[in-house]
């Protein structure tokens, strides 16, 4: 089942929390592309000097950031990879879910392709980290950024996954952030651990 509106548009922290064990896909013509995911960040908008709408700073990059919950906000790192965000809260607050790390699922032999390596049985670390999520699953800021992952036409969404009864969360603080001040040392990151 798709994840609908109503799933992001509740406390950012929560919907972080929510997301891991539940599935992001990308419906492909040669079949799906199925990742569970395992690590994400939170980015609390206005309240939060790691996030690029602190304090509403508004620009042509951050406009998306305010738009309504499940929005894909998608972005360029190193001038050469992309970062996958959800909007979170209502709209006009500009938070978002940094998704960090998949567990690859399905269309394992489509991620290798897609990501052009040679990778043997030990296939996790094809997606465990943000930018290679997004070269395997072949998601971009021209193709995806601004557009509503609930929609049902959307070709990447997240869906229920498995339903995790008791899930173990980790929290540690967020990477790359010592520009961030005193929100550098929010334990903002969660991640799933494995049994």
Do not use: W
């Not at 509740?10 to 972080?16: A, I, L, Q, S, Y």
């Not at 305010?66 to 790192?77: A, D, E, L, Q």
């Not at 970062?83 to 991620?111: D, H, Q, S, W, Y």
């Amino acid at each position: 089942m798709q994840l609908t509106t109503d799933f992001f548009s509740r406390d950012t922290v929560e919907v972080g929390k929510d997301l891991l064990g539940r599935y992001l896909i990308k419906k492909t013509e040669k079949g799906d592309i199925i990742g569970k995911i395992v690590e994400v960040e939170a980015y609390l908008g206005p309240n939060d000097k790691a996030c690029h709408a602190y304090n509403y700073k508004k620009t042509e990059k951050t406009k998306v950031m305010y738009m309504k919950p499940g929005t894909f906000y998608i972005y360029y790192i190193y001038g050469m990879y992309f970062c996958l965000n959800v909007t979170t809260e209502k709209e006009g607050i500009p938070c978002a879910i940094f998704i960090r790390k998949l567990f690859p699922i399905e269309g394992i032999e489509l991620m290798k392709e897609n990501r052009k390596v040679k990778i043997g049985k030990n296939y996790k670390n094809l997606v465990d980290g943000p930018s290679k999520l997004c070269m395997a699953l072949n998601i971009t800021k021209e193709e995806y950024n601004g557009k509503d992952s609930c929609a049902e036409t959307s070709k990447l969404h997240f869906t229920q996954g498995m339903i995790i009864e008791d899930k173990k969360i980790s929290l540690s603080k967020r990477i790359g952030i010592n520009y961030a001040e005193e929100d550098k040392d929010r334990l903002l990151r969660f991640t799933l651990e494995e049994e």
